[in-house]
C-alpha cells in the first residue's frame, strides 16, 4: 500500500519536510516512489505537485493524518468530496 507522508530534511532545529508517495513498510527516510511536494513548517510555506497528487489518490494512495491538513489547509479538497 502507498501512504502520502511527510519525510523530513533539512538541518538540526530547522526542519522542512518533503511530501512524498512511500510504501507504507518503509522508513520514515527510506527510499519514496515520488516527491510530490515539500512543507516548511517556519516559514509556513506549502508546494503541492497538484496532478500528481491527484494521480496517487486515485489508484489508492492514502493520506497520513498531518498530510490531509496540509492538503486541506492549502484548499486542496473541494465542497463534497473531503474524505
Given at each position: 500500500m502507498v501512504k502520502l507522508r511527510?519525510?523530513?530534511?533539512?538541518r538540526k532545529q530547522r526542519a522542512i519536510y518533503r511530501i512524498v508517495a512511500i510504501d507504507v513498510r518503509s522508513r520514515r527516510d527510506g527510499r519514496d516512489?515520488?516527491?510530490?511536494g515539500f512543507y516548511d513548517p517556519i516559514k509556513n510555506q506549502t508546494y503541492l505537485n497538484?496532478?500528481?497528487?491527484?494521480?496517487?489518490?486515485?489508484?489508492?494512495?492514502?493520506?497520513?493524518?498531518?498530510?490531509?491538513?496540509?492538503?486541506?489547509?492549502?484548499?486542496f479538497f473541494k465542497e463534497g468530496t473531503s474524505s
Amino acid at each position: 500500500m502507498v501512504k502520502l507522508r511527510l519525510k523530513r530534511c533539512g538541518r538540526k532545529q530547522r526542519a522542512i519536510y518533503r511530501i512524498v508517495a512511500i510504501d507504507v513498510r518503509s522508513r520514515r527516510d527510506g527510499r519514496d516512489l515520488r516527491k510530490v511536494g515539500f512543507y516548511d513548517p517556519i516559514k509556513n510555506q506549502t508546494y503541492l505537485n497538484v496532478p500528481v497528487i491527484l494521480y496517487f489518490l486515485e489508484k489508492g494512495a492514502q493520506p497520513t493524518v498531518t498530510v490531509h491538513d496540509i492538503l486541506r489547509k492549502a484548499e486542496f479538497f473541494k465542497e463534497g468530496t473531503s474524505s
